[in-house]
């Protein structure tokens, strides 16, 4: 029997892919997939910038900018090396298939080229996963590598899975594999973007990276639990999320660079412009915080209209969003969220 992935199709992920679909389906009705080549590059450099930054790569996204455009700049030079290596690896998307395990190869030697002695090889030692100093997670044996590298792929290129979800899936496990002795991470997110814009081509310049390092501490949350309950159900959760949110965010770039004299008309209430007032440049909070800082006492009231207007345009986020009841659940103000205080404000 061929290799299947663990998984579960929740309510949550089909309202997810739902909502995913029909943004896809205005964007190519309106033909808003047609971003301008300014914005696609700034998109690229935005998912360079994001994707080292998770793996704790200093340099901000002007120096990221400079580099990619030959300028001199002041960094260490590892971490340079690093902006160059992703910046070809993703120019280089186009030429790869994403079921191919020489394709995989070739991303990660050009990924980590001139950083790891093992660039483009599978690992041949073990390895673990340390947040803190402490293990979350030990990576399978050495010697399995390359045989469920080739069952994932094979199941890849087989499934029936909708693809949204079936990227979600190939994300997690390739992690879980933990293939290489460096890079997992970057080539990981490069892979999942190209089975997307393999899908769709919009997905290419989708800076979805940017997002995960907002929710980084989510991110890697995820990533644990779906560790803890053996199937990547809360990773799909998560990471469909972020899809949703990075699409509404490039719609609203989008609009504002073709209609720059509407960019107030899309006002949301004042409750909401509240809420993300308060929100912004804070920590996650708790709900009962949130209140108590708006003078608020009556949770519906909250709720129906500050919280749940936010959250559905994706202004703000969950902390926990594949358990919205989490007795835990804190909120926070997402890259949209930010992009829409800056209308508000200038």
């Given at each position: 029997?061929?290799?299947a992935?663990p998984?579960?199709?929740?309510?949550?992920?089909l309202?997810l892919v739902?909502?995913i679909?029909?943004l896809?389906?205005n964007?190519?009705a309106?033909?808003?997939?047609t971003?301008?080549?300014?914005?696609?590059?700034?998109?690229?450099?935005?998912?360079?910038?994001?994707s080292?930054?998770?793996?704790?790569n200093?340099?901000t996204?002007?120096q990221?900018?400079a580099v990619?455009e030959?300028k001199?700049?002041?960094?260490?030079p590892?971490?340079?090396?690093?902006?160059?290596?992703?910046?070809?690896a993703?120019?280089?998307?186009?030429?790869?298939?994403p079921?191919n395990?020489?394709?995989?190869?070739s991303?990660?030697?050009?990924m980590?080229?001139?950083?790891?002695?093992d660039?483009?090889?599978?690992?041949?030692?073990?390895?673990g996963?340390?947040?803190?100093d402490?293990?979350?997670?030990?990576?399978?044996?050495?010697?399995r590598v390359?045989k469920?590298?080739a069952?994932?792929?094979?199941?890849?290129?087989?499934?029936?899975c909708?693809?949204?979800v079936?990227?979600?899936?190939?994300h997690y496990?390739?992690e879980?594999?933990?293939?290489?002795t460096?890079?997992?991470g970057?080539v990981?997110?490069l892979?999942q973007t190209l089975?997307?814009?393999q899908?769709?081509d919009m997905?290419?310049y989708?800076?979805?990276?940017?997002?995960?390092?907002?929710q980084q501490d989510?991110?890697?949350?995820?990533l644990?639990?779906s560790?803890?309950?053996?199937?990547s159900?809360?990773?799909?959760?998560?990471?469909l999320?972020?899809?949703?949110?990075?699409m509404?965010?490039?719609?609203?770039t989008?609009q504002q660079?073709?209609?720059p004299?509407?960019?107030?008309?899309d006002q949301?209430?004042?409750q909401?412009?509240?809420?993300?007032?308060?929100l912004n440049?804070?920590?996650?909070?708790?709900?009962?915080v949130?209140?108590?800082?708006l003078?608020?006492?009556?949770?519906?009231?909250?709720?129906n209209?500050?919280?749940k207007p936010?959250l559905?345009?994706?202004?703000?986020?969950?902390t926990?969003?594949?358990?919205?009841?989490?007795?835990?659940?804190k909120y926070?103000?997402?890259t949209?969220g930010?992009?829409?205080?800056?209308?508000?404000f200038t």
């Amino acid at each position: 029997m061929s290799y299947a992935p663990p998984y579960k199709i929740t309510s949550n992920i089909l309202n997810l892919v739902a909502q995913i679909s029909e943004l896809l389906g205005n964007w190519s009705a309106s033909q808003e997939t047609t971003v301008s080549p300014q914005l696609r590059r700034g998109n690229r450099l935005r998912t360079i910038q994001s994707s080292l930054a998770i793996e704790n790569n200093t340099l901000t996204l002007e120096q990221v900018t400079a580099v990619i455009e030959g300028k001199r700049v002041l960094g260490l030079p590892r971490e340079i090396q690093e902006v160059r290596n992703a910046f070809n690896a993703y120019e280089n998307l186009p030429l790869w298939q994403p079921t191919n395990a020489e394709h995989l190869l070739s991303a990660h030697r050009l990924m980590m080229y001139g950083l790891v002695d093992d660039a483009g090889h599978y690992r041949n030692d073990g390895v673990g996963i340390y947040r803190d100093d402490q293990l979350i997670h030990m990576a399978p044996p050495a010697q399995r590598v390359g045989k469920l590298i080739a069952d994932l792929l094979d199941w890849v290129e087989t499934t029936d899975c909708h693809p949204l979800v079936a990227s979600c899936v190939f994300h997690y496990e390739f992690e879980f594999i933990h293939p290489f002795t460096d890079g997992n991470g970057r080539v990981g997110r490069l892979w999942q973007t190209l089975y997307l814009s393999q899908w769709q081509d919009m997905f290419e310049y989708l800076p979805v990276e940017s997002v995960i390092k907002d929710q980084q501490d989510a991110y890697y949350r995820a990533l644990s639990e779906s560790d803890k309950s053996g199937e990547s159900t809360s990773f799909i959760v998560f990471m469909l999320n972020a899809l949703l949110m990075t699409m509404k965010e490039v719609s609203l770039t989008h609009q504002q660079e073709h209609n720059p004299s509407d960019q107030v008309n899309d006002q949301v209430s004042d409750q909401v412009k509240a809420l993300l007032t308060w929100l912004n440049n804070k920590e996650p909070q708790k709900l009962s915080v949130i209140m108590t800082a708006l003078s608020l006492k009556h949770r519906p009231t909250f709720k129906n209209n500050y919280l749940k207007p936010a959250l559905s345009a994706c202004f703000i986020a969950m902390t926990t969003p594949d358990s919205p009841r989490n007795p835990n659940q804190k909120y926070y103000l997402t890259t949209l969220g930010k992009e829409r205080l800056n209308v508000y404000f200038t």
